[in-house]
């Protein structure tokens, strides 16, 4: 079967590098990615840690699917304890940096302590070094990857931070393969308070099925049947910025800080846009989709703007420059920040100055204010050290509480709860605070035929897909591609060698769940902190199918109160003994 | 024949790279693939170019035991010969020969004229060189 049994533990403190075999029975329940991840932190942590301290941990973890020919298989997810939040932090990323570490033959790598002085790991199969980093840090992402390819080879991938992550901004991200990020809850700033700037790794060690042939049969059915059919192949076509046309069709699209949800600049960024312009494409390792657009305006180049960073530095921010936004995304991405809060930080920032509750310089659709904050945000530089502090932290010093749209620290994606209101229970109840990541009930809401409107069946409708997700994220498999849980047991059961039922994935996914839940119930989190940004509940949206519309209070209370239930959760959001019993915790 | 990859098209999954290894040596392993998917990142975004045997004979012309024979389209080896001395690792220009789990030479051979990767690519980027001819 394809796990290696091997997790790969290096302590910066001491020095230590050490290799010890994978916890069978946890495989058996949480499988890899996500799920595994979660339970070594819950494990290995205690609560009350200090997010940037030494005892916080890194794990990054692979899944049994990783390594192999199943498609969308190359994701890694890292995990850790989030400086934004407090909370747990569940980040995925794409690229190959995960097929690399199964090569090598790990599947997990566990980061502890913090080095005296910056260094970087190398991985090359047994060969495990912690090096020095002194000619790295406080070089960008691009370069910092260009000097790491120069050393190790071209086929050796790299993780690293940018400045952001050195100088600890609650929202700085892991860069890999340049564009492609770890990007939410300050995942960038754990390692750079480890002072690790990277970590480089190839590999060349075999991943291994019990039945090849029948794989190989089921991937190529996979592949053509079901992968590159019109469920996924937007995708290849448009990419996520297809979104942004859905989006603002449907008034959910975050224009000016989440004032409205219709923005007059949608086309100017919109997949057709992007298309004309593009040089070519780009995929994960094992994806047969290729979700990536190189975008190269001016003297930027980047891959993307992906749809989140068009919705919240675009829309957001008032911006419909798209030659701006691939400048400002390119700068993130070699700085290190993650797209979704800053863009957040900035559209919030816009708004206390337009309405004089503080004067931070920056107006909507102020291009030029705009492109110089990537750079004062990551060196925390002129306004950039108030704006390095994130939406919540603004809102606590300066007011504006009621339109810092954060839930838990965690600032919003792009889709506006008012006009999908199981998007907001999504919001409310994610493991890492204000993600869309945990369950996208969005593309049935707004994007599909059920009534938005309405929280008849909502808070069910969350739950199935925050487990879907879960058993997902876990194997690890990509969010692109939507295959049924049958294909997911097909495809599982074949590479570990036996029978995984939809039942069986379905459990492990609520087991996951429930255990993201235990890791913050014991960081102190209660029912009242499961909530949104008062805007969405007062103020309604201006335009569109939504105009007019709220999300109120009393629906979405009555909302988290039927999800509690039929988790089996208690009126403070904690799963009960009898809960756990069931899942075998 | 010869491998020919349309650049514009390869999205550089590496499925191609999997399901040779997958298909010649019944794992999964980039490094034990016939041919190879390079990506370098530029200014303007990526730059990828194929690695695959491209007939040079170099490994026919070194092979101590003259295992490795041209039929005319691709190579052949008799593993009754190779000794897996690996000389003709070191030789090939490409990176594409590489010793199996028993040691023994792994030779490119197009799949004797119908390549598992070509089958396999999402994206049909790659090509016989005589169906683009």
């Keep these: 079967m394809s796990y290696r049994w091997k997790i790969l533990r290096v302590n910066l403190s001491t020095g230590s590098v050490a290799k010890e075999p994978l916890n069978k029975g946890w495989t058996e329940k949480y499988f890899g990615g996500r799920g595994l991840g979660a339970k070594y932190l819950y494990e290995e942590l205690g609560g009350g840690v200090e997010p940037l301290s030494p005892e916080n941990k890194l794990i990054l973890v692979t899944g049994p699917l990783t390594g192999t020919i199943v498609p969308c298989s190359g994701k890694l997810a890292i995990i850790s304890k989030s400086p934004a939040t407090g909370i747990i932090l569940d980040c995925a990323i794409g690229g190959s940096f995960a097929a690399q570490l199964k090569f090598a033959g790990y599947d997990m790598l566990i980061v502890e302590g913090q080095a005296e002085k910056p260094v970087y790991l190398a991985i090359n199969d047994d060969d495990v070094e912690i090096r020095s980093a002194a000619h790295l840090w406080g070089k960008g992402i691009f370069e910092t990857e260009s000097r790491l390819h120069d050393e190790h080879g071209m086929e050796a991938v790299v993780l690293s931070i940018g400045p952001a992550g050195e100088n600890l901004i609650p929202f700085a991200c892991i860069g890999s393969e340049y564009y492609r990020q770890a990007g939410r809850g300050g995942i960038g700033s754990v390692m750079g308070s480890k002072r690790l700037k990277a970590i480089v790794c190839s590999g060349s060690k075999d991943v291994i099925v019990p039945d090849m042939p029948r794989l190989l049969e089921l991937v190529r059915k996979a592949i053509r049947e079901d992968v590159l059919t019109d469920t996924n192949l937007w995708a290849h076509i448009g990419g996520t910025p297809t979104i942004v046309e859905m989006s603002n069709s449907s008034g959910v699209f975050p224009t000016r800080n989440y004032q409205d949800g219709v923005f007059e600049g949608a086309q100017k960024i919109n997949a057709d846009s992007i298309r004309k312009l593009r040089p070519h494409k780009k995929a994960c390792f094992a994806c047969a989709l290729g979700c990536g657009n190189y975008l190269c305006i001016a003297d930027s180049t980047v891959e993307g703007p992906e749809y989140e960073t068009l919705a919240l530095t675009g829309a957001n921010c008032g911006v419909d420059d798209l030659g701006a936004i691939v400048r400002f995304n390119a700068d993130c991405d070699d700085l290190g920040i993650d797209t979704i809060s800053l863009g957040n930080v900035l559209g919030f920032a816009m708004e206390m100055t337009e309405k004089g509750m503080r004067d931070f310089g920056i107006r909507f659709g102020d291009v030029e204010t705009y492109l110089k904050m990537p750079r004062l945000v990551a060196y925390r530089a002129g306004v950039g050290k108030e704006l390095s502090r994130g939406v919540k932290q603004l809102a606590k010093t300066y007011g504006g509480a009621e339109f810092a749209m954060q839930v838990k620290g965690l600032e919003l994606p792009g889709y506006d709860p008012r006009g999908s209101w199981a998007m907001g229970l999504a919001y409310a109840t994610a493991a890492r605070g204000g993600c869309h990541m945990s369950a996208w009930p969005v593309a049935d809401e707004a994007f599909g035929k059920l009534d938005p409107f309405t929280i008849e069946g909502k808070a069910q409708l969350v739950i199935t897909g925050q487990h879907y997700n879960a058993i997902k994220f876990s194997l690890i498999l990509c969010d692109f591609w939507a295959l049924s849980m049958g294909t997911m047991s097909e495809m599982v059961s074949c590479v570990l060698g036996r029978e995984i039922s939809v039942a069986e994935l379905a459990k492990a996914g609520e087991r996951i769940w429930n255990l993201l839940r235990l890791f913050n119930v014991r960081e102190g989190f209660k029912a009242a902190d499961d909530t949104l940004p008062a805007r969405v509940f007062k103020d309604p949206l201006k335009s569109g199918t939504p105009a007019g519309r709220v999300l109120p209070r009393d629906q979405f209370d009555s909302m988290l109160r039927e999800y509690y239930q039929l988790r089996g959760w208690d009126s403070n959001g904690a799963p009960t003994p009898e809960k756990l019993k069931e899942l075998e915790m | ?133």
């Design chain 2, 1 to 133: 024949m010869k491998l020919i990859l349309d650049a514009e098209k390869c999205t550089g999954c590496k499925i191609c790279e999997l399901a040779c290894s997958a298909k010649h040596q019944g794992v999964f392993n980039p490094k034990k693939a016939h041919l190879r998917i390079n990506d370098n990142y530029t200014e303007t975004g990526r730059e990828t170019r194929l690695k695959s045997c491209t007939l040079c004979l170099k490994c026919v012309e070194t092979c101590p035991v003259e295992a490795i024979t041209f039929n005319g389209k691709w190579l052949v080896i008799d593993d009754g010969l190779c000794t897996g001395c690996g000389d003709c690792v070191d030789v090939c220009p490409e990176g594409v020969i590489f010793l199996n789990s028993e040691g023994m030479a792994a030779i490119p051979n197009f799949c004797e004229g119908n390549p598992f990767c070509i089958e396999w690519c999402p994206q049909e980027a790659l090509y016989k060189e005589e169906d683009v001819a």
